[in-house]
C-alpha cells in the first residue's frame, strides 16, 4: 500500500510539473535599449527565440539610424535627386511619420534628426542651430519624395530622418505578432517606453523611476494596462520628438507625465512621443482631452502639477 501511495505521488508531482506553465525569459541589448520578453507556456519551441532574434536583426538592418549597414543609414546619407528602392518596413514607417507631421501641423517632424545626426547630446549646439535657422532649409518632410509606392529621394542631401519616436512600439508590434502566429496565450515584452503583455501577470515597475515620482507626488494610483507607452523624460539624448518643427523650439521636460493606452504598440509609442509638443495653454482650457484612445497628461506649470486626460483613461484610475 506504502508503494502504491508512493507511486501515485510521484506520478501526480510528474504530472503537475509537466503540464504546469514555466516562464522563458530571454533579454536583448537593442538600438541602445533593453528589450525584455516573457512567455509562460507549458512546453515552448526553442526556435521561437531564433525568430525573433532574426526579425530583430532585419528591422536593426532597415531602421537603426546609427548602423553603417541599416537602409536608413544609407537613405541619410543619399545625395540630392538620387532614387533608392525601400523595404516595406521603411515605406510604412515613413507614411506614419508623415501622417503624424501632418496631424500635428508640423510640430512633429522626423526630419529634425537632420540637426540631431551627431549632436544629439549637445543642447547648446542644437539651440544655437535652431534659432541660428542654419538647417531650415533642411528641416522639411517635403524634401523626401516618393515617385511610386516604394521608390524615394530627397531634393537636398542634408535631409535626413530617424524614427525614434516609434521605433520601441514597431519592435513590440513585431514580437506581439511572432507570438500571437505561435499561438502563445501568455507572454510580456517590454522594450524603451513601450509595454505588452496578455493574460500576464506582471511584477515589473511600470514606468521609470522619475515618472512615478510624479504620480506620487499628484497622489495618483493607476492600475495595470496591458498596452501602454509612455514619455521617458529620463532619456538624456534629444530626440525627433523634443523639437517643436512649427516653432523651431527644443522641448525638453523633466517634470511631465505622458501615457498613451491602446491596443496598438505603434501607435501608443508615437503618441506618447509627440504629445510632447502639443500647445499645453491649449490643454490647460480643456476639460478633457479631445480623443477616444485612453491618454493621461500631467505637466508642471510654475510650482502646481496640471493633470488632464481623456474620458476613455477615466477607467484607469484607482
Sequence with gaps: MFRLF???TIFLNFSLFSFSNEDYSKDYNLLGNKLKIIIKTTNLDKKV??????????????????????????????????????????????????NYNKITQNSFNPTTFSILTNNSSDLKKIKFYLDTGLYDKCLNISNITTK????????????KISFDSAIHGIIVENIKY????????????????????KN?????????????????????????????????????KVRTFNI????????????????????????????????????????????????????????????????RYSKSFQQYFN
Design 178 to 197: 511572432i507570438l500571437e502566429r505561435e499561438n502563445l496565450e501568455s507572454f510580456y515584452i517590454s522594450f524603451g517606453n513601450t509595454v505588452y503583455y
Design 49 to 98: 527565440f531564433k525568430r525573433i532574434k532574426k526579425t530583430l536583426k532585419n528591422i536593426e538592418l532597415i531602421i537603426d539610424p546609427y548602423n553603417s549597414s541599416s537602409f536608413l543609414y544609407r537613405f541619410n546619407a543619399l545625395e540630392k535627386n538620387t532614387d533608392i528602392s525601400a523595404p516595406d518596413l521603411f515605406v510604412d514607417t515613413f507614411n506614419l511619420m508623415r
Design 6 to 8: 508512493l507511486t501515485l
Design 200 to 236: 500576464f501577470e506582471s511584477n515589473m515597475p511600470s514606468y521609470n523611476p522619475r515618472i512615478q515620482e510624479i504620480l506620487d507626488i499628484n497622489q495618483i494610483s493607476l492600475k495595470k494596462f496591458s498596452s501602454y507607452s509612455y514619455l521617458d523624460i529620463t532619456d538624456k
Design 244 to 307: 517643436n518643427s512649427a516653432s523651431r523650439k527644443l522641448v525638453v521636460k523633466d517634470d511631465i507625465v505622458i501615457i498613451v493606452s491602446s491596443n496598438s504598440p505603434v501607435n501608443n509609442s508615437i503618441l506618447s512621443n509627440t504629445l510632447n509638443l502639443l500647445d499645453f495653454d491649449t490643454i490647460k482650457k480643456l476639460k478633457f482631452i479631445n480623443s477616444e484612445i485612453p491618454i493621461l497628461i500631467i505637466y508642471k506649470e510654475k510650482d502646481f502639477y496640471i493633470r
Design 148 to 159: 511610386i509606392r516604394n521608390v524615394f529621394s530627397k531634393k537636398l542631401s542634408c535631409t
